[in-house]
């Protein structure tokens, strides 16, 4: 089993800043690709951004391009999703997730495990 949990989430102004941390222990080798997602108030659940563990690549949602960083820590078995220029259309739950399919990295169906979320609201 391979647990997740998040943290980093809170309240912050529209063209602010916010940091998530996503720690991942237990059965975390192997590990093909992390990401993030969110769910906004209403809405399914959509992809952020990825990362693969060997080699770092990356791969954004148009929406969060050129605002969202996300970078992992191999020690720490740690990814994170640097948050700049929030906007109010940001607000959500914030999910990570560990990819388990050999698909498409946005592909939320590739990823098995899953963290508890954390709130992210930006206000105008």
């Known amino acids: 089993q391979v647990q997740l949990v998040e943290s980093g989430g809170g309240l912050v102004q529209a063209g602010g800043s916010l940091r998530l941390s996503c720690a991942a222990s237990?059965?975390?080798?192997?590990?093909?690709?992390m990401g993030w997602f969110r769910r906004a108030p209403g809405k399914e659940r959509e992809f952020v951004a990825a990362?693969?563990?060997?080699?770092?690549?990356?791969y954004y949602a148009d929406s969060v391009k050129g605002r969202f960083t996300i970078s992992r820590d191999n020690a720490k078995i740690t990814v994170y999703l640097q948050m700049n220029s929030l906007k109010p259309e940001d607000t959500g739950i914030y999910y990570c997730?560990?990819?388990?399919?050999?698909?498409?990295?946005?592909?939320?169906?590739?990823?098995?495990?899953w963290g508890q979320g954390t709130q992210v609201t930006v206000s105008s």
């Open positions: 990362i693969r563990w060997s080699g770092g690549s990356t």
């Open positions: 237990g059965r975390t080798f192997s590990t093909y690709a």
């Open positions: 997730a560990r990819k388990i399919g050999g698909g498409a990295l946005y592909s939320i169906s590739d990823y098995g495990y």
